[in-house]
Nanobody, 126 residues
Framework: QVQLVESGGGLVQVGGSLRLSCAAS????????MGWYRQTPGKQRELVAA???????NYAASLRGRFTISRDSAKNTVHLQMNSLKPEDTAVYYC????????????????????WGQGTQVTVSS
């Protein structure tokens, strides 16, 4: 089991910044992926950004350049720096921990076995 504790959400004005953090504890696989997703009412949860234990990153194309994901592997913590926030960034942001493995020269991540945080609300007001 992996437990995730998120922090940093809140209310911010248009153009402002927020930094979300997510700390993982428990049965941490050394090879893993941690990411942030977001969801608004009536819509599917969507990827914001993800980072592997090796430091590779992946961003939603529309958010690249405004959002930056980073991690402190020693603390099993991932951060999401969100700049130039827009009203459409308003959502509940969820942290996800995905276990992985290295096998025969490739990395594999088991999203179906991932763990979710409880979510943190981000509201961007105009």
């Amino acid at each position: 089991q992996v437990q995730l504790v998120e922090s940093g959400g809140g209310l911010v004005q248009v153009g402002g910044s927020l930094r979300l953090s997510c700390a993982a504890s428990g049965s941490i696989f050394s090879i893993n992926l941690m990411g942030w997703y977001r969801q608004t009412p009536g819509k599917q949860r969507e990827l914001v950004a993800a980072i592997t234990s090796g430091g590779e990153t992946n961003y939603a194309a529309s958010l690249r350049g405004r959002f930056t994901i980073s991690r402190d592997s020693a603390k099993n913590t991932v951060h999401l720096q969100m700049n130039s926030l827009k009203p459409e960034d308003t959502a509940v942001y969820y942290c996800k921990f995905v276990p992985g493995k290295y096998d025969s020269g490739s990395y594999y991540y088991y999203h179906e076995d991932g763990y979710w945080g409880q979510g943190t609300q981000v509201t961007v007001s105009s």
